[in-house]
């Protein structure tokens, strides 16, 4: 089984913000997998969404936790410990100011690299032996802290190649879990 995770932020004030990228391409993964009567997301003790999807034969929990993202690391601690997860099937999808925007990089094993969210679920697991699927949204001018960039809602520029980016998210994580991850995206 894989454990899925999107990282973002609660509420409508971040909803359109490049910091929920990994939330919205989790979302668009449940989505492809629904029903056509609909997503039912399992609220997990109040502290995560949770939905299962299977591909091919690979069952996997999509989650969207319900703090905010520098807090995300013990529940995702939790959900590896509820659903018997090892390290190796935790994926975590989220946003990277080191990658241009439209870009998708597999990391395993890799530091933060200042993302806090990514730094609790380093802090939180005592190791950051898990792959991440980074998301480019690209680095802020000079004139910007990085912080108050990801806080920001894409550009118009952006919003017209969102679709097409996502679309390419979700049929990379789709493969990667019917075929395996050496088949979806270029590691670093």
Not at 24 to 36: C, D, E, G, N
Not at 56 to 64: I, Q, S
Request: charged share 20%; with cysteine.
């Amino acid at each position: 089984m894989r454990l899925i995770v999107g990282l973002g932020n609660p509420g409508t004030k971040y909803a359109g913000t490049r910091h929920n990228l990994g939330n919205v391409a989790v979302r668009l993964l449940a989505r492809a997998h629904a029903p056509t009567e609909g997503i039912k997301w399992d609220n997990w003790q109040n502290q995560a969404w949770v939905y299962k999807i299977t591909v091919r034969d690979t069952e996997a929990r999509l989650v969207l936790p319900t703090c905010f993202m520098n807090e995300s690391g013990p529940v995702v601690q939790k959900l590896l410990h509820f659903y018997k997860v090892e390290l190796k099937d935790l994926w975590i999808v989220h946003d990277d100011v080191d990658l241009p925007f439209g870009a998708i990089r597999l990391s395993w094993q890799s530091s933060s690299a200042g993302h806090h969210g990514v730094d609790s679920i380093i802090e939180s697991l005592a190791t950051n032996e898990f792959w991440r699927w980074r998301l480019g949204v690209g680095r802020p001018g000079e004139d910007m802290p990085t912080d108050k960039y990801v806080l920001q809602a894409f550009t118009d520029s952006e919003l017209t190649h969102l679709p097409d980016f996502l679309s390419q998210v979700v049929t990379k994580l789709k493969t990667a879990l019917a075929q395996g991850l050496h088949s979806s995206v270029q590691r670093k």
